[in-house]
């Protein structure tokens, strides 16, 4: 999947298009939708699609059926990340394996 925060130009808008999103899923049941804030954009909602071009698409029916006037961040893909071990802490036979969604969940101070 790829994952997109969808904002509102306007942050007073945010309840319309929570309410235009909730009814283009009902349409496409593919789409993930979970509310974010961010600090920058603040209240938003993180999207999962199931590729760029449905992503595109999806955009283009929010601003031509519902008017919204969207601000989407850059597509991502999760990572799974096989952090190396901690000598103390861990035992040698496992692996901790994490999912990142984001640059910023990058976890400090642990090698992969």
């Known amino acids: 999947m790829v994952f997109a925060g969808l904002y509102p130009a306007s942050a007073d808008d945010y309840e319309s ?4 999103l909730e009814r283009l899923n ?3 049941a593919s789409v ?5 804030t961010s600090e920058a954009l603040g209240a938003g909602c993180r999207c999962g699609f199931l ?8 955009l283009q029916r929010l601003q031509q059926e519902h008017k919204a006037e969207v601000i989407s961040t ?10 190396a071990r901690d000598s103390q802490q861990q035992p040698s036979g496992e692996l901790e394996r994490i999912v990142i969604e984001s640059a910023a969940d ?3 101070g642990r090698k992969v």
């Open 32 to 36: 993930t939708i979970r509310k974010e």
């Open 17 to 20: 298009l929570a309410d235009a």
């Open 74 to 83: 850059a597509p991502t893909v999760p990572y799974e990340l096989e952090l």
């Open 106 to 108: 990058y976890p400090k």
């Open 26 to 28: 009902l349409n496409d």
């Open 51 to 58: 590729g760029p071009l449905h992503l595109e698409v999806f």
